[in-house]
């Protein structure tokens, strides 16, 4: 059964009441799920003056844990439009599963928070997507898969970069009705994903990882695979003695 991850940092709980939604959706197809939050950058007097309740009861993820899920739903509450610094710096750590191409071939989704509905829900999913293209893990867009989207008539979060809540600036709004129902829509859209691809033995856990040109040496420093190694030695020889056919200066 694939296993899901669902990554999140949440000062005010907004984006933790959409975790659990989400997970909800999650294990509606019967995949497994675990809720993990990043690690707090900031120091308690910071919070406190942030007025930041209690952080949820929820276990603190690390780089390397990442390795054990076959998919990510990350959670990111909007800061000037993009994703937080927790988040950065979490995602920042990820460099040596980076070298080894650990995360290579898995699946990640979005979910998000902003003050207001024009605050930028669409660029703080947009703008995590860089860290998906460079691991080589596969974005999961959400679609207009949850007909909520297309509701006019009142303010509805979310986006086809995943489930999303407008919170006001004072945070006083939470999480409405047809947010959550969206929220599990894009669980079970990307469990059902997970599924089929588990169906198709292809899910990144059962494959062989050779989709990064770098590998561990051993010593916890990355080294180029041999093979490619050899390959890169044979086109540059190849170019060489083609450079030389063509020259007509000598
Ligand atoms: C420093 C800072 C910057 C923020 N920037 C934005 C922003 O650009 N757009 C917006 O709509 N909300 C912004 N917000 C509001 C947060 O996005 C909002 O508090 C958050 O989505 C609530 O989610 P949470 O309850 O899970 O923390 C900002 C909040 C802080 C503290």
Known sequence: MPKVFIIFYSLYHHVYTLAQHIQKGLESQGVEVELYQVPETLDDAILEKM?????PDVPII?????KEADG?????PTRFGIFPAQIKSFLDSTGGLW???ALAGKFAGT??????QHGGQETTAMTAITYFAHHGINYVPFGFANPHLFDNTEVV???????GTVANGDGSRQPSEKELDIAETQGSNFAKLLLTFEKGQSIV????KKTSPVTEN???QASVQPEIKSKAKKVREESKADKKNKCFCM
């Open 205 to 208: 856990t059962k494959q062989e």
């Open 111 to 116: 979910f998000f928070s902003t003050a207001s």
């Open 62 to 66: 690390t780089a390397d844990k990442l």
């Open 72 to 76: 990510f739903l990350l959670g990111l």
């Open 218 to 220: 051993g010593n916890g």
């Open 99 to 101: 070298s080894t191409g």
């Open 51 to 55: 007025h930041a309740p209690a952080k």
């Open 157 to 163: 979060g979310g986006s086809p970069y995943g489930a």
